[in-house]
C-alpha cells in the first residue's frame, strides 16, 4: 500500500524534486479506496496548491506507477484512474455515473503461466467489468 513515506523515497530515487504539490499528490492518494481521476485529483488540490498543475499530477502518477506503488487503470478510454491498492483484483465501471468499485478475483492469475507455454511468471493482471452501479438501475 502506498504511503506518503514510501512515495517520497521512491521519487528520490527516481531523480523526482520533492514539493510540496508532490507530497499533497501522495497525501491524497494514500488510503485511498474510490480510484481517483487525475482531473479529481486536481480539483480537490488545486485551492490550497494554486501553483500545482494537472501535468504534476500526471507525471507524478506516472512515476509511482513505475515503481509498481500505484496502479493507473485505463478501465475508461477518456480518464486515467489511480489506485494505490496494489494487491491484485479487478475493477467494476458503472456506465452511468463513472464510479470505479473494487472487485475480487475469483481465480488464480498464476493459472495463466500453466495455460500458456510463452509465459514465464505470472506478476499481476487487470480485469474490467462495466454495467450499472445500485443507484444507477432501474428499480427492479
Ligand atoms: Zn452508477
Ligand atoms: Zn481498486
Redesign the pocket.
Known amino acids: 500500500m502506498l504511503t506518503v513515506d514510501k512515495g517520497v523515497k521512491y521519487l528520490q530515487s527516481a531523480g523526482a524534486k520533492i514539493t510540496a504539490t508532490r507530497i499533497a499528490i501522495l497525501k491524497s492518494l494514500e488510503n485511498r479506496r474510490d480510484h481517483p481521476s487525475a482531473e479529481r485529483i486536481f480539483m480537490e488540490l488545486k485551492l490550497s496548491y494554486p501553483s500545482l498543475s494537472i501535468a504534476t499530477v500526471y507525471s507524478t502518477a506516472s512515476l509511482l506507477a513505475r515503481g509498481s506503488l500505484i496502479r493507473i487503470l485505463s478501465i475508461d478510454e477518456k480518464k486515467v484512474y489511480y489506485d494505490p491498492n496494489m494487491e491484485p483484483h479487478g475493477h467494476f465501471m458503472?456506465r452511468?455515473?463513472k464510479?470505479v468499485f473494487d472487485v475480487p478475483f475469483h481465480f488464480d492469475i498464476t493459472a495463466a503461466a500453466d495455460a500458456s507455454e510463452e509465459i514465464a511468471s505470472v506478476e499481476d493482471a487487470e480485469v474490467f467489468y462495466y454495467g450499472?452501479?445500485v443507484?444507477?438501475a432501474p428499480p427492479r
Open positions: 458503472c452511468q455515473c464510479l450499472l452501479c443507484r444507477c
